[in-house]
């Protein structure tokens, strides 16, 4: 019985959040759809199906838990679609939920300093926060609010497919590695869940309020300039 795609892509991601990395295929299944049944990042069948536009289309003016009557403006990402390098925040600050874009304070300001310092400019990078709502008062996010979040992230990444994710902050490195490490322990190593790499840093508000760590972000930044020189010539 035909069945149709929204619904196989659907099952294909109940699969995926339960833990079943790969199910069986018939050949003739295989023959239709090479380019997603080949390769080895799981992102791969999404990125000619789903653009950052229809994930956006998809969280619309998303009224999925209590941080939709606190904030002004839902801050969904900014940046290039096809970029290397993504960076995850924690979530929307004052000036973010004010303006609807991601780093635009001065922790914003830190962070464009972060990326010239490895040769490239915010529009070469894509800028998001695990919450794409601010918690009043900029109090931590709670795990109803993270996980409410979290498919559209997912979403995020699987459509960009960057080559590396730049975690700032102990919240974003930790929801994103699933680990209570802290943030220290963290940074300076490279680790991959699910075909992607990711790498944890500090966050540029961090640095504001302890800009002796500077230093150590910037050997994060060169681990990072690195590995992305690395896959070029790979």
Excluded at 28 to 45: H, L, Y
Excluded at 105 to 110: C, E, F, N, S, Y
Excluded at 122 to 131: A, P, Q, S
Excluded at 147 to 168: A, D, G, H, N, Y
Aim: proline residues 7%.
């Amino acid at each position: 019985m035909p069945v149709p795609v929204t619904d196989l892509l659907g099952q294909l991601e109940f699969f995926r959040d339960i833990g079943i990395s790969e199910i069986d295929i018939s050949p003739e299944t295989e023959a239709i759809f090479p380019a997603q049944v080949s390769g080895d990042r799981v992102a791969e069948p999404r990125k000619g199906m789903m653009t950052l536009d229809n994930v956006r289309e998809e969280l619309g003016d998303c009224q999925r838990c209590k941080l939709a009557a606190t904030r002004t403006k839902l801050v969904f990402g900014a940046g290039n679609p096809d970029a290397d390098l993504m960076f995850v925040g924690e979530a929307p600050g004052f000036e973010e939920d004010r303006q609807g874009l991601p780093f635009v304070g001065r922790a914003g300001g830190l962070l464009t300093k972060i990326i010239e310092s490895i040769d490239l400019k915010r529009e070469d990078v894509y800028i998001c926060n695990v919450l794409k709502c601010r918690p009043p008062g900029n109090r931590n996010p709670e795990p109803e609010e993270v996980e409410t979040c979290r498919p559209f992230l997912r979403r995020q990444i699987e459509v960009i497919r960057p080559k590396l994710v730049c975690c700032m902050g102990a919240f974003a490195a930790q929801t994103m590695l699933r680990t209570k490490v802290p943030i220290s322990k963290l940074r300076g190593q490279f680790h991959d869940i699910d075909g992607v790499r990711y790498i944890a840093t500090f966050h540029p508000a961090y640095l504001l309020r302890n800009p002796e760590k500077k230093r150590e972000v910037w050997e994060d930044m060169k681990l990072i300039r690195a590995e992305l020189l690395g896959s070029q010539t790979d």
